[in-house]
């Protein structure tokens, strides 16, 4: 076992429409975020031979994220046409192609997936057979990011989202996300039956009313940060990072890697590092998440 993380997952250009262009893809976003914050991840991922491809390289350059050995590809770059409404939330239409080869990821400390990655073919049957052959201590995470548009048929994508939750202790999803996998039923419910598929620290982030999780049985919610809100471009995914960073540098991966109980003061610490992240994010425009010593002044602050 080794400190690598591994995140598999869409990279793509968002152009803002009528603003700038910025490399984009939630899980690009996550690998980012979690290199920003310090640690050491590889991004398997597909990439074109184009001007897309070079923006993107040069955004995972200067974070400091390796790319997968079979990312580069002759094809095009996926693109993503962000529009930012009045309030700053952001909608997409994508242009994408996710046809990869299982990474091999046998060895990393924590393998994180997501979004139009973990759940449009032919590339999420990739990534699902990469999980299942992670190996024992690898802590797998998932954020389903659900874009309903290019993902597939619904009941498909259900179907994936439940299989993913009984490999993925760590499920995060947005209230948007919950709303879609079942319309009739409350976030409280969404996250009790994902628990039940398997996934042990499960969380719901709300927007401006902050997050709410189930770990090992127990509820927890917590409220946003105040924060003057640029856009909302990468908000969920600065939240995922952040989480993560949180169970890595406490070393609570470990015990959910392993089945054992988390501390609630661990859950706490987790949550409250994930909510300073997002709130870093979208303070400013695009997905631009925090650095390790933006993100540790801003607990410091917090704590006064």
């Known amino acids: 076992m080794t400190d690598q993380i591994a995140v598999i997952g869409e990279a793509l250009v968002d152009v803002v429409e009528g603003g700038e262009t910025h490399a984009g893809g939630s899980p690009m976003n996550v690998a980012v975020g979690l290199a920003r914050l310090g640690h050491p991840t590889t991004l398997h991922?597909?990439?074109g031979a184009d001007a897309s491809g070079d923006l993107i390289r040069a955004h995972l350059d200067?974070?400091?994220?390796?790319?997968?050995?079979d990312a580069l590809v002759t094809g095009p770059t996926s693109t993503a046409i962000a529009r930012?409404?009045?309030?700053?939330?952001?909608?997409?239409?994508?242009?994408?192609?996710?046809?990869i080869p299982a990474p091999?990821?046998?060895?990393?400390?924590?393998?994180?997936?997501?979004?139009?990655?973990?759940l449009r073919e032919p590339g999420a049957s990739a990534v699902r057979t990469a999980l299942g052959a992670a190996g024992p201590g690898t802590?797998?995470?998932?954020?389903?990011?659900?874009?309903?548009?290019?993902?597939?048929?619904?009941?498909?994508?259900l179907r994936r989202v439940a299989e993913l939750a009984t490999l993925c202790p760590v499920v995060k999803l947005s209230d948007e996300d919950a709303a879609w996998l079942a319309p009739d039923a409350t976030l409280e419910?969404?996250?009790a039956d994902l628990a039940a598929q398997g996934a042990r620290f499960v969380v719901v982030t709300r927007g401006s009313e902050g997050c709410m999780a189930l770990v090992d049985g127990t509820w927890f919610a917590r409220p946003a940060r105040?924060?003057?809100?640029?856009?909302t471009i990468g908000a969920g995914d600065a939240f995922m990072s952040g989480l993560l960073h949180a169970l890595l540098r406490d070393g609570t991966d470990r015990l959910l890697a392993a089945g054992e109980p988390m501390p609630e003061e661990a859950v706490l610490a987790s949550l409250e590092?994930?909510?300073l992240s997002a709130a870093l994010t979208v303070a400013r425009a695009g997905a631009n998440p925090p650095t390790s010593a933006e993100l540790v002044e801003a607990l410091r602050a917090s704590r006064e």
Do not use: K, Q
């Open 226 to 231: 105040p924060v003057v809100v640029a856009d």
């Open 139 to 157: 802590l797998l995470t998932l954020d389903p990011n659900i874009r309903p548009d290019v993902i597939g048929p619904r009941d498909e994508v």
């Open 273 to 275: 590092t994930a909510l």
């Open 45 to 47: 991922t597909r990439i």
């Open 62 to 69: 200067e974070a400091g994220v390796r790319l997968g050995p």
């Open 84 to 99: 930012v409404d009045a309030e700053g939330s952001a909608s997409y239409e994508f242009d994408i192609d996710w046809d």
């Open 189 to 191: 419910e969404v996250l």
């Open 104 to 118: 091999d990821v046998a060895g990393a400390r924590l393998v994180h997936t997501g979004s139009i990655g973990a």
